[in-house]
Structure formats: C-alpha cells, structure tokens
C-alpha cells in the first residue's frame, strides 16, 4: 500500500489557481508532521510547506508565502495545497511526504521518510 497518493496537478495559465491533494494510508502512528514540496527539472527537492496534524501549525517557503495555503482534513486524513497566483517559476514535480515527530516542522526532504508519487503542476505564460 503506498503511503501517500497526490492528484490534483494539471497545466494552468499564469494567475491561475490549482488545488493539489494528498490523500495518506494511515499506516504511520503518532503525531504527524506533512509536507509539500517540488522539484523542477535539473533541480533539486525544495521545500514549498509543511503542516503539523496535532497543532496546525504552519510553516511555508518564501516563494509561496501569500500564496498557497496548506491545510488538512483530518477526517479524511487528507493534506492540501491551494495555490493561487501561480507563476512559470511555480512548474514543478510536487511530492507531499509525512512523518511521525512532535519537535519543530522541518523544511529537510532527509528529515520525511514517507513519500508520494508526485504530481505535476505546468504553469504557461
């Protein structure tokens, strides 16, 4: 069973808006920590937002502060992205990817042992 599944990526014009979700098996116990990130080509995983599921607390990249939103439905043990104002800068492979841990949310790709398959975001200019 794969730990996390995204969707919601596609091709969006400049300005536009798109909302990726990122859907967790369960299999992991504990207080989790989930986060996005992506990866452009010939580039390497960077961290865009992470979310705490036992305080909801928030922590996001400077690129995408003021204009992704990262939230979770607990109920459907779900995390999302939404994000508005995308740019060409934005075009990506993006991964969502939990652990289990209590201290400070971490921006390390290293520090989430958990991945998904990723999804892919194409904003046009």
């Known amino acids: 069973q794969v730990p996390l599944v995204e969707s919601g990526g596609g091709l969006v014009q400049a300005g536009g808006s798109l909302r990726l979700s990122c859907a967790a098996s369960g299999r992991a116990y504990g207080p989790k920590h989930m986060a996005w990130f992506r990866q452009a080509p010939g580039k390497g995983r960077e961290f865009v937002s992470a979310?705490?599921?036992?305080?909801?607390?928030?922590v996001y990249a400077d690129s995408v502060q003021g204009r992704f939103t990262v939230s979770r439905d607990d109920n459907r043990n779900t995390m999302y992205l939404q994000m508005n104002g995308l740019q060409p800068e934005d075009t990506a492979v993006y991964y969502c990817?939990?652990?289990?841990?209590?201290?400070?949310?971490?921006?390390?790709?290293?520090?989430?042992?958990?991945w998904g398959q990723g999804t892919q975001v194409t904003v046009s200019s």
């Open positions: 979310i705490s599921r036992s305080t909801g607390f928030r």
């Open positions: 990817a939990e652990r289990v841990y209590t201290g400070q949310l971490s921006r390390s790709p290293q520090d989430y042992p958990d």
